[in-house]
């Protein structure tokens, strides 16, 4: 009784930010849960439908690169924009809605030159030898493109509504996120069709679904304004100063997965799919304590900064040993769980026994990487809030650097694993440095 009488007295004692924290990662980790629920039963009739299979390679091979530059959008967004929010809101609360005009006209246009890159562009890309996709994969990617690179646009829109409602402290988005799934899901179960029609049409209604669950909540509450497409907000400014520095960052973090897919397509047919699979059962775990944790923590350190800071490098470095212990034990838990769990998801229709077993080998090296990740979220949303933009910027590129080097290392070793395994690797050394960048910030 004494034990859980001094728990419950430095639960009551500790720092407001620890409540805020601990009541927000609840909240977005239980709607994370829903959605990937979602995403799992979306995996499950993927492989029922298609297993290991070329369309399945065409498919996320365009699929990801369409989506590469919509996740640095999003990324950088919800860094930049969440700490200028809460300066706005508490200097010049007045000038909010003009800026949020002009950035909708800004994501309008980015979203137009997306779908017309990818509608141009992506065929001679994936004809090309450095795709590395068989001649089945490549003919499926190329009858692809002009549907998906409507996501594009769709994606960028997403990105920004999301953006605003976590500004607004509102989480009710990280439960929207699972209707593409639902969308996908619900067509690969009622549609007639050859080859990946079902996946992809699925797709795109599951973004146009997004979008307008994300729209109308905004629009209700008078949170979004016509655009407007010009640049006449003065916090334009505050913006492009950290967006530059943060875009080069995320770009070059992000990179890492599309490297990935190039480097197992090379690997032989059915590569990209199993690699695939492997990271969706992994996104399980990770989507659900980082999506929990940078949107549980950005917000509280943005809204201290913004008062003065006073607590934050501590309560930081609090929640960094809490996530590191808690990722060391999801890793040992993990591995033992991967057979039974790919099995679970996977092993039905087209998806055999033998590629469970090829998906399990894969997720187990991937588990390495838990520890290192989490941890590593508090401290960029720590930097990210004290404007440090630079500092994350500069870790993103040394991270694109060192999984190179880890890959072409690797991956002629290992295949496969070694790719997940230099992914790890790289995000171990990504936690060291965020935190000598964040003891040398604190200096």
Do not use: C
Request: hydrophobic residues 60%.
């Amino acid at each position: 009784m004494k034990v859980f009488s001094a728990i419950r007295a430095r639960i009551h004692t500790a720092h407001p930010d620890h409540h805020a924290i601990a009541r927000g990662m609840a909240w977005v980790a239980f709607f994370v849960f829903l959605g990937k629920l979602a995403g799992a039963a979306k995996e499950m009739a993927i492989a029922w439908r298609y297993g290991v299979s070329d369309e399945v390679d065409a498919y996320l091979f365009i699929f990801n690169l369409i989506n590469w530059p919509v996740a640095v959008w999003f990324s950088v967004l919800t860094i930049v924009l969440l700490p200028l929010v809460a300066r706005i809101r508490q200097e010049a609360s007045s000038e909010l809605p003009r800026f949020r005009a002009e950035l909708l006209g800004l994501a309008l246009l980015l979203g137009l030159v997306l779908a017309l890159l990818a509608w141009f562009g992506l065929p001679l890309l994936i004809r090309s030898p450095l795709a590395g996709l068989s001649s089945t994969a490549t003919a499926a990617a190329v009858d692809m493109v002009p549907r998906l690179a409507l996501l594009g646009p769709l994606g960028i829109l997403i990105s920004l509504f999301s953006a605003w409602m976590l500004a607004n402290g509102r989480h009710a988005n990280t439960l929207l996120e699972s209707v593409p799934a639902l969308a996908i899901l619900a067509a690969l179960l009622i549609l007639p069709g050859d080859h990946a029609e079902p996946l992809v049409w699925g797709t795109l209604a599951g973004f146009v679904l997004h979008s307008a669950g994300l729209a109308f909540p905004l629009a209700r509450s008078r949170e979004i304004e016509a655009p407007l497409f010009t640049h006449q907000s003065p916090q334009w400014n505050f913006f492009w100063q950290g967006f530059g520095v943060m875009l080069a960052g995320q770009a070059l973090m992000s990179f890492t997965g599309i490297i990935d897919q190039f480097f197992a397509a090379r690997i032989g047919s059915g590569a990209i799919a199993t690699l695939s699979y492997a990271n969706r059962v992994l996104a399980l775990i990770l989507a659900l304590g980082a999506t929990a944790v940078s949107r549980a923590t950005l917000p509280v350190f943005s809204r201290a900064q913004a008062l003065g800071g006073g607590q934050t490098h501590h309560v930081a470095v609090r929640w960094v040993r809490i996530l590191f212990a808690l990722g060391m034990a999801a890793m040992i838990v993990g591995w033992w769980m991967a057979p039974w769990g790919v099995k679970l998801l996977f092993e039905r229709g087209a998806f055999s026994a033998q590629q469970t077993e090829a998906v399990t080998e894969v997720l187990r090296y991937g588990m390495a990487q838990l520890p290192f990740y989490f941890p590593s979220i508090v401290l960029v949303s720590l930097l990210a809030s004290q404007g440090k933009h630079r500092a994350i910027a500069a870790v993103a590129g040394a991270n694109l650097l060192i999984k190179l080097l880890a890959m072409i290392i690797l991956v002629p070793i290992l295949k496969l694993k070694g790719i997940v395994l230099a992914t790890s690797l790289m995000y171990a050394i990504t936690l060291l440095l965020l935190g000598f960048v964040g003891r040398k910030a604190k200096k």
